[in-house]
């Protein structure tokens, strides 16, 4: 009985201390942390430098109280990334003012262009016919920031019928003519050190020369374009057509008919203006055929007599 007891006694003492040990260690275990929660990643310690105090302590709480979280601030703005476009606004518009007050309706707008700093690209002026009402156009260009104010103004001369908006990038072709700019500006100014060297050939001189004026003339022309997209994209287009309003019988229910007697006296009058101008076509004929006519039937007459 005594060794029985013995023997259990150490079994116990033993499973004791076993136990003991891996309780212990699994302590340990649950007490220790990761190492990427001590040694933080290179990237998150720049992002917490970039930060301002404020939004680190905004970003490292929960996401459960609808803050942002520390990945959201590391995302770069899009439009750091974005070149800069180069896009050609037209604005098209028709414009009815009275026929009387129409030409009052074309100098204003004309004035008003002017006092904007807008360049006039082409003005014309029809006055009225006996068959047509007067009309005008006018082309412009204007800086974008006074392009609503023009618009406006263009109200008060009269009623806007139709206003079209359109844009076209000219951004590739920007980019492309600076970039063959640039090129021929250095292939330029090596061509002039080439020039300045005392010991080439009078052959090599005579070819330099005639390559930097070939190239001088492209880069006159790439800069004359590069002025032409710049008045496009850096000022906006503006076509105005400027037309007569309708008289109530030109608009009301007897409107064709109207027209119908309108082309009807017109066709008839052109009728009449076409048999005037036969008649004063054949008149000089007629003045000077018939005398001639009359001579050689005289004429006819007598060489008739003395053959019989």
Known sequence: MFNITAVDFKKQA????????????LLIACGQQS????????????????????????????????????????????????????????HSLTIETPASKMQAAFDATAAHCEKLDCQILNASFNRATLYSPPSANLSLRIPPRSVEIFIAGLAKSGEILQHHRNSEDKTDAVIDTEARIKNLTDLRDRLRVMLQDKSAKFRDVIEIERELANTQAQLDSLQGMRKALAQETELVAVNIAFTAAQSITEKGFFAPVAQALNNAGRIMMESLANVITFIMAALPWLIFGIPIILLVRKFWTRIKTKLK
């Open 35 to 90: 190492p990427e929660s001590l040694n933080p990643t290179p990237a998150v310690e720049a992002l917490k430098r970039s930060l301002p105090a404020n939004d680190m302590a905004a970003s490292v709480k929960g996401s459960g109280g609808g803050e942002q979280s520390l990945t959201e601030f590391s995302e770069p703005s899009p439009a750091a990334n974005q070149i800069k476009r180069f896009i050609a606004l037209r």
């Open 14 to 25: 033993f499973t004791k201390w076993s136990l003991t040990i891996i309780f212990s260690m």
